[in-house]
Nanobody, 126 residues
Framework: EVQLVESGGGLVQAGGSLRLSCAAS????????IGWFRQVPGKERDWVSC????????YYAGSMKGRFTISSDNAKDTVYLQMNNLQPEDTGVYYC???????????????????WGQGTQVTVSS
């Protein structure tokens, strides 16, 4: 059984930081691109960042560059998203997804992803 389990969300003030984790099981980690998406009520999931654990390639949506850092610990099959200088517009439910054989994962939408976690809420107050 494939499982992606997110953790690390919470409530922070603007300018604060959070680190999200996505622990994967039931998949061969190296065969997947792992992405983070944000969703707010009534809207689609927007791509935030992704990583190809097989070679460590990382990609970011434009507004996240310089503030967010994605990384992976392949020994733990876990991907992290370090989010700094958070702003109210970063608020939403953050989901991690796994896309089979997607290594150049920049900008691919949610339909390309095969598996999803349950999401973790991030709320940034002004």
């Amino acid at each position: 059984e494939v499982q992606l389990v997110e953790s690390g969300g919470g409530l922070v003030q603007a300018g604060g930081s959070l680190r999200l984790s996505c622990a994967a099981s039931g998949i061969d980690f190296d065969d997947y691109g792992i992405g983070w998406f944000r969703q707010v009520p009534g809207k689609e999931r927007d791509w935030v960042s992704c990583i190809a654990p097989v070679d460590g390639s990382t990609y970011y949506a434009g507004s996240m560059k310089g503030r967010f850092t994605i990384s992976s610990d392949n020994a733990k099959d876990t991907v992290y998203l370090q989010m700094n200088n958070l702003q109210p517009e970063d608020t939403g439910v953050y989901y991690c997804g796994a896309a089979y054989m997607l290594f150049y994962c920049s900008g691919y939408g949610s339909t390309r992803y095969n598996y999803w976690g349950q999401g973790t809420q991030v709320t940034v107050s002004s």
